[in-house]
């Protein structure tokens, strides 16, 4: 079973968000790292950089493929994860702590409330799995 973080809400496009303090951390769920395969590169936006919930807004390049990841939540960048940039391989080995992509401030908060739940999230990759 991948992990999940209970403090998490979750995008139906595997990315998490942890509220603390008035911004919201973004990352990538165990599970996408686990099918993205070893992370080799990532690009981060800058910071400053506004972006609207469900739209692009980082690159993670594996072994497998490059792929965009969404951002959870509508917002703008106040904070970016420079160490990431130079040890992608965090994404694989601790997605939701060392691996976190940026930080946000919120330009809709109440898009939170619509994001999965953890046990909402376990159930959406759950059938998710059951149909490959």
């Known amino acids: 079973m991948k992990k ?17 303090q008035g911004q919201f951390i973004i990352g990538i769920t165990d599970f996408a790292q686990t099918v ?3 992370v080799t590169f990532i690009e981060l936006p800058p910071i400053g950089q506004v972006f609207q919930q469900g739209t692009a ?6 072994n497998k ?17 420079e160490q990431l940039i130079e ?12 691996g976190w992509l940026v930080k946000i401030k919120a330009s ?14 376990s159930a959406f990759i759950g059938v998710f799995f059951n149909k490959t």
């Open 108 to 121: 809709n908060p109440s898009e939170w409330d619509k994001l999965m739940t953890a046990e909402q999230y």
């Open 87 to 98: 040890h992608p391989i965090w994404l694989n080995e601790n997605p939701y702590d060392k």
């Open 4 to 20: 999940i973080n209970p403090s998490a809400r979750y995008y139906e496009t595997n990315e998490w968000a942890i509220q603390k």
């Open 57 to 62: 807004f980082a690159t993670i390049e594996s």
């Open 65 to 81: 493929a490059a792929n965009d990841i969404s951002m959870p939540l509508s917002g703008e960048i106040i904070a970016i994860n």
């Open 36 to 38: 993205f395969g070893d």
